[in-house]
């Protein structure tokens, strides 16, 4: 089942922050996410396996609460390099199992 | 990181004719490789799952008999869309796993345009 992304849209200027969500009805093995630019395949940007993790890189951060099924997506300090689509993909029930997409959130920054 | 390559990038055909997208991984050994579909401006559609040497798995709604999916070793996976219709027009991505814990790689996609 797909998950849910919200918001569907975000833009920001230079230096501002986001927080991207995306919620699953179903229970979760990892949360992926991927951005991807406009006629560029995606991007990965990290994975979060269940047990409430939270992992960042650089301004990027993300966590995953295992017992909601959710996971956010956080954007510190944007740079203009940050604008595109932003995908969470779910793993269900185990490891190594095909993606599950979101409908996508799109990001610009503007300077 | 690992590198997934696709071939070709983009394609053009004649409503009718017959297409076929590579999708190899270079620099690992891929278990399992995944196709996606990917409307303008929509979410990547997983269309199935093929694992080497074995048959591949369609999501519902994918016609097996139109989308051949073939897994011949661990670094190549061939899409074969078969009597292409316009409607079949779409970016193809595939992407590539060792499975387990691995991130899953992406190709750059295949742009196809069915005239």
């Known amino acids: 089942q797909q998950p849910v992304q919200s918001p569907q849209a975000v833009i920001l200027r230079e230096g501002e922050d986001a927080v991207i969500n995306c919620s699953s009805s179903k229970a979760l093995y990892s949360v992926h996410w991927y951005r991807q630019k406009h006629g560029e395949a995606p991007v990965f940007l990290m994975i979060?396996?269940?047990?409430?993790e939270q992992k960042g890189h650089e301004k990027i951060s993300a966590s995953f609460n295992e017992k909601k099924q959710q996971s956010s997506l956080y954007l510190t300090a944007s740079q203009l390099s940050y604008s595109g689509t932003y995908f969470c993909g779910t793993e269900g029930n185990q490891a190594g199992t095909a993606l599950i997409f979101g409908k996508g959130t799109t990001l610009s920054v503007s300077s | 990181g690992a590198v997934v390559s696709q071939h070709p990038s983009w394609v053009i055909c004649k409503s009718g004719t017959s297409v076929k997208i590579e999708c190899r991984s270079l620099?690992?050994?891929?278990?399992?490789m995944f196709w996606y579909r990917q409307f303008p401006k929509q979410s990547l559609m997983l269309m199935a799952t093929?694992?080497?040497?074995?048959?591949?798995?369609?999501e519902q709604g994918v016609e097996k008999d139109k989308f051949l999916i073939n897994h011949a070793s661990l670094t190549l996976s061939t899409l074969t869309v078969t009597s292409a219709h316009p409607e079949d027009s779409s970016f193809y991505i595939c992407s590539a796993g060792a499975g387990g814990l691995y991130e899953q790689y992406f190709g750059p996609g295949t742009r196809l345009t069915v005239t």
């Open positions: 093929s694992n080497e040497g074995s048959k591949a798995t369609y």
């Open positions: 620099d690992f050994q891929a278990t399992t």
């Open positions: 979060l396996l269940k047990g409430g």
